[in-house]
């Protein structure tokens, strides 16, 4: 009875990994380190005092996950692995269809053919494209994505239905997170970008540790509370105990569901910003700049079909996750590098 986590030393999978150890579950990670570092597995072991089983593996090889399932007994898996940037999927478009559909695809065919049932995969609100309304719901239209990131997470989701219809047997959780932020409190694991952050928290903790002058707000004109960009912003650890709350639904076999992981409110950028300011004590200097191409006014999860469904909804608020950012941060500057 293992959980496989792929991707599971990355930002999410990692506090996922540490809710699941809590828990007493046995804990599975495949990953090809190529966003993460093997350090966080000796990190995960001073908070929970255990290590679950790595293994080095680009799940896109069939040939490099194989011996994983005919090795490990596996009930069920949560799928993180993927690729991120959306400014990177951009420029290349192919290595994301690649990476990430291509490795789902090898996930599912061995899936099936070892008869694991239940699958949690991590989606993203980005599949609604530009929202015609917010809050956003779990049936409302997808598509119309503003970038290949996007286009892969919307083709996964596909492919999951596909297989739902032809595995009558399948679970399968498509959960939509909003964004993700916040660290865990132990200030030992945290989200690590490599060079300039793209997402705005890792970018204000940079600001504020001092490896960038300043933070530039994409646009002040949106119609929105103070003309910023307003997101929902989830602290990773509701995330990750949202995961927790997947696999105990799979568990009543309900076939597939989707779920919208976020707090159901609506925080700007400079919101985020005083509200970091307050959390950690540290003045946070920022210029305006141009909108950001692709980016929306508002997106904000309607959260009700998960409280509803899982008995899930979030715990923590900005603040919360700001003051988790901010120790993270403070405590690692360098990140996982020492
Ligand atoms: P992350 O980059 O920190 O973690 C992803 C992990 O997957 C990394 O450790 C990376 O090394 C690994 N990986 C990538 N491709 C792989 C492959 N082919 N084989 C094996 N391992 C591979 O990212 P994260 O923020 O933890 O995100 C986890 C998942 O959640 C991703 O699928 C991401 O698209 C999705 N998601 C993230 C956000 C966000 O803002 N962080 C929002 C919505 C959805
Ligand atoms: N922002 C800035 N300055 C920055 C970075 C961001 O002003 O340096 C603003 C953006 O314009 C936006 C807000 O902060 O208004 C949030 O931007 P992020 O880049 O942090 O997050 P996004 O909402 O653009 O995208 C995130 C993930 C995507 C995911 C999407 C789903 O990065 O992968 O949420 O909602 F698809």
Not at 107 to 128: G, I
Not at 284 to 299: A, F, L, Q, T
Request: with cysteine; aromatic share 10%; charged share 25%.
């Amino acid at each position: 009875m293992s959980i496989l986590v792929t991707g599971g030393t990355g930002y999410i999978g990692s506090h996922t990994v540490v809710e699941l150890l809590n828990k007493g579950y046995d804990v599975v990670i495949v990953d090809n380190l190529c966003n993460s570092k093997l350090e966080v597995l000796n990190r995960i072991f001073k908070i929970t005092g255990k290590t679950p089983r790595f293994y080095k593996v680009d799940v896109r090889y069939e040939e490099e996950l194989r011996p994983i399932f005919e090795k490990e007994k596996i009930t069920d898996i949560i799928h993180f692995a993927g690729l991120k940037s959306v400014g990177e999927s951009v420029k290349f478009p192919e290595l994301y269809e690649e990476n990430n559909v291509g490795s789902s695809k090898v996930l599912l065919k061995l899936m099936s053919e070892f008869k694991v049932h239940n699958l949690v995969f991590s989606s993203s609100a980005t599949v609604y494209g530009v929202p015609k309304h917010v809050p956003l719901m779990e049936d409302d239209p997808v598509g119309g994505c503003t970038n290949p990131y996007g286009q892969t997470k919307l083709d996964i989701e596909y492919l999951l239905k596909d297989y739902a219809k032809e595995h009558k047997d399948a679970n399968i959780a498509i959960l939509r997170y909003f964004n993700p932020i916040g660290a865990h409190q132990s200030g030992l694991i945290g989200e690590d970008p490599q060079g300039i952050p793209n997402n705005l928290m890792p970018y204000i903790t940079q600001v504020a540790v001092g490896k960038r002058e300043f933070l530039n707000v994409w646009g002040n004109d949106y119609h929105t509370i103070d003309g910023t960009g307003v997101r929902d912003y989830i602290h990773v650890l509701d995330l990750a105990d949202g995961h927790l709350a997947a696999l105990r639904k799979l568990a009543e076999k309900p076939g597939l569901v989707i779920y919208n992981l976020g707090t159901g409110r609506g925080t700007s950028v400079l919101e985020l910003v005083a509200a970091f300011e307050k959390a950690s004590g540290v003045k946070i200097k920022y210029v305006i700049g141009p909108r950001r191409s692709g980016d929306v006014d508002e997106n904000y999860a309607d959260v009700t079909k998960a409280k509803r469904e899982m008995n899930w909804e979030s715990k923590y608020n900005i603040e919360d996750a700001c003051r988790d950012s901010w120790r993270w941060q403070k405590n690692n500057p360098n990140g996982y590098d020492e």
